[in-house]
């Protein structure tokens, strides 16, 4: 079975500054992906980014971008120029290739962005 | 391009009530579909998911049951709702194919008293 570890449970950011959340992950399986989800206090879950562990290369989108480390089973996020709306519930996830039913979920990092 | 959606948003039920959640996909064929639920301030946990009509695979033995008895239409069901089924449950969706991007609908707020 999967485990998806995020050990902080709250974060805060000064507005434009840089921060980085933790994930690591322990599993058996060789071929996945790992994913960043943003929960806002919409409670709607969005995409942020996607990696999938057979590329070396990190993902990037605008901001966000990820330290993805497949041996040492970690999956960070860093949000640069943190804004505001960035005021979320962060979710680290990973979903094995061989069966989508098994994806697993961390417990959530509330990173709050302060003016 | 693709859409989900679930409802009711919110609910509140007596315990003992029967419970129907329902989420539709638009936009896709034969889509991997999905049921969460999030308990306060944690992680998702799935409850159910189906790779196919009439196809679903129980993660968590509880009292909750699902059916997909059309392509894009996936139903939470409960005939007797305890307080503990109490939460925030979330529909989603996939394409066919294992590590793909799981897409959420918005969420459905169920108050058991």
């Known amino acids: 079975a999967q485990t998806v570890t995020q050990s902080q449970p709250e974060m805060s950011v000064q507005e434009a500054e840089t921060v980085t959340l933790s994930c690591t992950y322990d599993t058996s399986e060789s071929n996945y992906y790992l994913f960043w989800y943003k929960q806002p206090p919409s409670r709607q879950m969005i995409l942020v980014i996607r990696q999938e562990a057979y590329k070396q290369q990190n993902a990037t989108e605008n901001r966000f971008s990820v330290n993805f480390q497949k041996a040492a089973k970690s999956f960070s996020l860093k949000i640069s120029d943190s804004q505001l709306g960035d005021t979320a519930m962060y979710f680290c996830?990973?979903?094995?290739?061989?069966?989508?039913?098994?994806?697993?979920f961390g417990d959530g990092t509330t990173l709050t962005v302060k003016p | 391009s693709q859409t989900i959606h679930q409802w009711p948003a919110t609910l509140v039920q007596p315990v003992g009530s029967p419970l129907s959640l329902e989420c539709t996909v638009e936009g896709t064929s034969n889509p991997n579909l999905y049921w969460y639920r999030q308990a306060a301030g944690r992680g998702l946990q799935l409850l159910f998911y189906s790779v196919g009509i009439g196809q679903i695979s129980s993660e968590v033995p509880q009292n909750l049951s699902a059916s997909r008895p059309q392509d894009r239409q996936f139903i939470l069901s409960s005939k007797k709702l305890l307080l503990s089924d109490s939460g925030f449950y979330l529909c989603?969706?996939?394409?066919?194919?294992?590590?793909?991007?799981?897409?959420f609908g918005e969420g459905s707020w169920l108050t058991v008293v």
């Open positions: 996830a990973f979903i094995p290739n061989t069966n989508a039913g098994k994806s697993t």
């Open positions: 989603a969706w996939s394409v066919s194919r294992s590590g793909n991007t799981i897409y």
